[in-house]
């Protein structure tokens, strides 16, 4: 109730109340967008673009409906957008920096390189997936979504968005399989075993 009298006054022009909106799903909106484009700088620029869609397309906005929904759904399709961009123009996601590198001051360095590992690993496996796919799965297990909700962002049915999500799975684990196999292979190969 609270969001949509907020949304209300951002649509009637309070700016402090957009405001209070950007802090409020600005964590939320990056995280799509990380996931999504796998940079951390795309995914400020990302981030930005969208809560400047949203700025200027907030008169669309129906109070009724779920403003999360709405503004992850201008989020998703300028991720969408960027790598249909950069597929044409035969730029590898693979080029881009995947996290960030260890500070020296951390007071636990195995941990947070474990977890940096962690999240490439989920990154290089999230490419492997097609765009569409790839916010299937963003939105599912990132953002909580329901089916229905990821049908009203992404703009496909209900059964689409099943069909994606049950694909998508398969898909990862085909790939985890095959890199479980070709470190095996590569560690017998080494001698290591």
Not at 8 to 24: E, L, P, S, W, Y
Not at 50 to 75: C, D, G, P
Not at 148 to 163: F, L, N
Request: one cysteine or more; charged letters at 30%; glycine letters at 2%.
């Amino acid at each position: 109730m609270e969001e949509q009298l907020l949304v209300k006054r951002a649509q009637r022009g309070d700016q402090n109340a957009f405001t209070q909106i950007v802090d409020q799903y600005q964590t939320p909106v990056y995280n799509l967008a990380y996931r999504m484009l796998g940079n951390a700088n795309d995914a400020e620029d990302a981030a930005q673009e969208t809560f400047l869609r949203a700025y200027t397309q907030l008169k669309s906005f129906h109070v009724e409906e779920k403003f999360a929904t709405w503004l992850l759904s201008i989020a998703a399709h300028y991720c969408i957008d960027r790598l249909r961009r950069r597929r044409f123009l035969w730029l590898s996601m693979e080029d881009d920096a995947i996290g960030e590198s260890l500070a020296s001051d951390l007071p636990e360095p195995d941990e947070e390189a474990l977890r940096h590992e962690s999240e490439r690993q989920v990154a290089q496996l999230l490419e492997h997936l097609s765009p569409s796919s790839r916010l299937a799965v963003v939105l599912k297990y990132w953002h909580d979504q329901s089916v229905e909700e990821i049908s009203r962002t992404t703009g496909d049915s209900v059964s689409a968005v099943k069909v994606k999500l049950h694909r998508a799975r398969q898909a990862l684990a085909k790939q985890m399989t095959a890199d479980d196999r070709r470190l095996t292979a590569a560690t017998v190969v080494s001698g290591r075993v």
